[in-house]
């Protein structure tokens, strides 16, 4: 898979494709992320990228031309048509399955903004479709990239060592992921869970099941109101909201 961003500040965006399983799936071949800046479409000694908003107030804008140029630049470097995703808190919000469907594609386009945002002129025209990370601001597009790059990267085929490792992660199902042990097996903070060390692996699947049922209950349970359980999974629901009330009356006492 290909991405291209353009940024103004393309030295971040490659540091931070240059470490862990992104890193990896680079050196790999499995993900190509290639940089353009702006400035160098621009015309002037200054190479100025942004100008005033239009009717007053702070900030500045970013202008039409230079990102209208880039955009043009980044098409014509392949083949391979893409669409163009504009990092902003008012997109889209961000979720595995968009980073499931963006990850099918052969190729996507980051537009980065920076300042007060991008003149929306040119949104209208050379946008395809903008998406958003929270809702919150941050200075500039970039740290918005890192994070969906990071997300879509990792799920090429052959970037994480294990295969089913995408495949068990939080939200890859609609549900939060259950909670995970490791050595050593008795600690003063807690024992692992007696089945995780049972080798029994029909009762360690249905209990992880139980806790990420459970724990999107807690947690989020706003995520249940998009997933059809099941009659096992209600069961198991059912169960882990028992063994929770019985819990925290315990700890009550």
Known sequence: MRIDVVTLFPEFVQQCTGFGVIGRAVERGLLDVATWNPRDHAEGGY??????????????????????????????????????????????????????????LPRVILLCGRYEGIDERLLEHEIDEELSIGDYVLSGGELAAAVLIDAVGRMQEGALGDTQSAAQDSFSDGLLDCPHYTRPVSHEFGDVPAVLLSG??????????MQSLGRTWLRRPDLLENVTLDAQDQRLLEEFKREHKGNTHEQDH
């Open 200 to 209: 029994d692996h029909a009762a360690i699947a249905r209990w992880r099941r």
């Open 47 to 104: 190479r100025r990228v942004d100008d005033t908003v239009c009717g007053g107030g702070p900030g500045m804008v970013m202008l039409i031309e230079p990102l209208r140029h880039t955009l043009a630049a980044v098409r014509q470097a392949t083949e391979q048509s893409a669409p163009v995703i504009y990092l902003s808190p008012q997109g889209r919000r961000l979720t595995q399955d968009k980073v499931r469907e963006l990850a099918g």
